[in-house]
């Protein structure tokens, strides 16, 4: 029964994120990305993301080697960005707590739409639990291929807690229950603050899962 947690947004915020991804990649591509290029991307994943800037700066499909030259790019810019004495992220510790304590009952994932080492990264920037797996964009895989991924094997019911439209749309096409985080995602499923306390995280995950056939 995974309890899958996106990251960015819902955990916590790194801010200047697009930014660092326009650049990686004018690194590797020896031209940045512009704003307008950026805003026409279809997905939220980052494999779906430098797809669609790969097909319209060149001409085809990215390729897997050209995935890990961006992710080795990217990693490098967010480490450096976010090293000790220099700027930090923003932690939702609420909800970070809250996680934590789900995990201590169920098997909790993140899936998130970050390249994997960048995932790995920001999990330890926020202070994830490493016994919590993790799973990030993937070639060739949008954001609900991920969720199903993670179920795979896995007796229902299931949730996915995030914080955006494409979150909730992936949850929706998996058939998973969704639990929100901030205002951006209205509907009539639970939605909770960023600042939340813990204890209300976990009370609308075990609400929501009770309601559940």
Same mark, same amino acid.
Request: with cysteine; aromatic share 6%.
């Given at each position: 029964?995974?309890?899958?947690?996106?990251?960015?947004?819902? #955990?916590?915020?790194?801010?200047? =994120?697009?930014?660092l991804?326009?650049? !990686?990649? =004018?690194?590797?591509? =020896?031209?940045? /990305?512009?704003v307008?290029?950026l805003?026409?991307c279809?997905?939220?994943?980052?494999?779906?993301?430098?797809?669609?800037l790969?097909?319209?700066?060149f001409?085809?499909?990215?390729?897997?080697?050209?995935?890990t030259?961006y992710?080795?790019?990217?990693?490098?810019?967010?480490r450096?960005?976010?090293?000790?004495?220099?700027?930090k992220?923003?932690?939702f510790?609420?909800v970070?707590?809250?996680?934590?304590?789900?995990?201590?009952?169920?098997?909790?994932? #993140?899936?998130?739409?970050n390249?994997?080492? #960048?995932?790995?990264? @920001?999990?330890?920037?926020?202070?994830v639990? !490493?016994?919590?797996?993790?799973?990030?964009?993937?070639?060739?895989?949008?954001?609900?291929?991920?969720?199903?991924r993670?179920l795979?094997?896995?007796?229902?019911p *299931?949730?996915?807690?995030?914080?955006?439209?494409?979150?909730?749309?992936?949850?929706?096409a998996?058939?998973m229950?969704?639990?929100?985080?901030g205002?951006?995602? +209205? &509907?009539? *499923? +639970?939605?909770?603050?960023?600042?939340?306390?813990? =204890? *209300?995280?976990?009370?609308?995950?075990e609400?929501?899962? @009770? &309601?559940? /056939?």
């Open positions: 029964m995974p309890i899958c947690f996106d990251l960015d947004g819902t #955990l916590g915020h790194f801010s200047s =994120g697009f930014v991804l326009r650049e !990686a990649l =004018g690194e590797v591509w =020896g031209e940045t /990305p512009t307008e290029e805003r026409l279809r997905g939220s994943t980052d494999w779906e993301i430098v797809d669609d790969h097909r319209m700066r001409g085809r499909e990215l390729d897997e080697p050209g995935y030259a992710e080795a790019a990217c990693i490098a810019r967010f450096v960005t976010f090293a000790p004495g220099a700027q992220a923003q932690r510790a609420g970070l707590e809250g996680m934590h304590r789900l995990a201590s009952c169920h098997q909790v994932w #993140l899936v998130s739409g390249a994997p080492g #960048l995932l790995a990264f @920001k999990a330890e920037v926020l202070g639990d !490493a016994a919590i797996p993790r799973l990030g964009s993937l070639p060739r895989h949008d954001r609900t291929d991920l969720l199903r993670a795979r094997g896995c007796p229902g *299931h949730l996915y807690v995030g914080d955006r439209p494409h979150d909730l749309l992936a949850a929706q998996a058939g229950p969704f639990v929100g985080i205002e951006a995602v +209205p &509907g009539d *499923h +639970p939605c909770l603050a960023p600042d939340s306390e813990a =204890g *209300h995280l976990v009370a609308a995950v609400a929501a899962l @009770k &309601g559940l /056939p």
